[in-house]
């Protein structure tokens, strides 16, 4: 893999490139132009083509790029395989919809497991274990790195026994403060913010 340092800004895209890319494996595009892509995900085809040579020459001019060796590069090259374990903490109505959602289009893997403290919540739910929080060190998979937050009460705790139990990247819905040592990401899902942003983006067009 190349050894320049690739922007923020397209890292954040890598991944609509990939949602697009195993839709067109799915319905069985082989090769695709930039400017078919960029169509699929209303991003400029310069940008495509520039955001791709940050990890290697993947594609010759007038050819197009292989659909497959792109798929490739991004599972092998970038580490966004389809067969991550991702774990779910909360079953409650948010809990419920993201593992009523699972499958992720086939981008990031899936919720293999969630945990509750709500008797009521445990079993089975979407084809998902869901298991007493209290058996987090008991049920958590090995290999899973990836935590779903989706809790209103001990969040800290919660985190720190997640970092205990090996886990590095926590995607935080639940809006409270929360504190991880450098090694592991954490990334905050804010709605509300976002709906915030819309109606003032909305409100300036208006104007």
Same mark, same amino acid.
């Given at each position: 893999?190349?050894?320049?340092?690739?922007?923020?800004?397209?890292?954040?895209?890598?991944? @609509?490139?990939?949602?697009?890319?195993?839709?067109?494996?799915?319905?069985?595009?082989?090769?695709?132009?930039?400017?078919?892509?960029?169509?699929?995900?209303?991003?400029?085809?310069?940008?495509?083509?520039?955001?791709?040579?940050?990890?290697?020459?993947?594609?010759?001019?007038?050819?197009?790029?292989?659909?497959?060796?792109?798929?490739?590069?991004?599972?092998?090259?970038?580490?966004?395989?389809?067969?991550?374990?991702?774990?779910?903490?909360?079953?409650?109505?948010?809990?419920?919809?993201?593992?009523?959602?699972?499958?992720?289009?086939? @981008?990031?893997?899936?919720?293999?497991?969630?945990?509750?403290?709500?008797?009521?919540?445990?079993?089975?739910?979407?084809?998902?274990?869901?298991?007493?929080?209290?058996?987090?060190?008991?049920?958590?998979?090995?290999?899973?790195?990836?935590?779903?937050?989706?809790?209103?009460?001990?969040?800290?705790?919660?985190?720190?026994?997640? @970092?205990?139990?090996?886990?590095?990247?926590?995607?935080?819905?639940?809006?409270?403060?929360?504190?991880?040592?450098?090694?592991?990401?954490?990334?905050?899902?804010?709605?509300?913010?976002?709906?915030?942003?819309? @109606?003032?983006?909305?409100?300036?067009?208006?104007?």
């Amino acid at each position: 893999m190349t050894k320049r340092m690739v922007p923020k800004a397209t890292l954040q895209r890598y991944p @609509i490139y990939l949602k697009a890319l195993r839709k067109l494996e799915q319905q069985g595009v082989e090769k695709v132009m930039s400017k078919d892509l960029a169509e699929l995900v209303d991003i400029e085809p310069t940008t495509i083509r520039r955001d791709f040579s940050f990890i290697g020459t993947l594609g010759r001019q007038g050819y197009g790029y292989d659909v497959k060796k792109l798929l490739e590069v991004f599972s092998n090259e970038l580490g966004m395989v389809a067969e991550e374990k991702l774990i779910l903490v909360g079953a409650g109505n948010l809990g419920r919809a993201l593992m009523k959602y699972n499958g992720w289009d086939h @981008i990031v893997g899936e919720i293999v497991c969630a945990f509750d403290i709500n008797e009521d919540r445990l079993g089975v739910r979407f084809d998902v274990p869901v298991y007493h929080l209290n058996d987090l060190e008991k049920y958590k998979p090995e290999d899973s790195r990836i935590a779903i937050l989706a809790i209103s009460h001990g969040v800290q705790e919660t985190v720190d026994r997640l @970092i205990a139990c090996g886990i590095t990247g926590i995607v935080d819905f639940t809006q409270e403060h929360i504190q991880v040592p450098r090694h592991v990401l954490l990334r905050h899902v804010d709605v509300v913010s976002a709906i915030q942003e819309i @109606i003032f983006e909305a409100n300036a067009l208006d104007k």
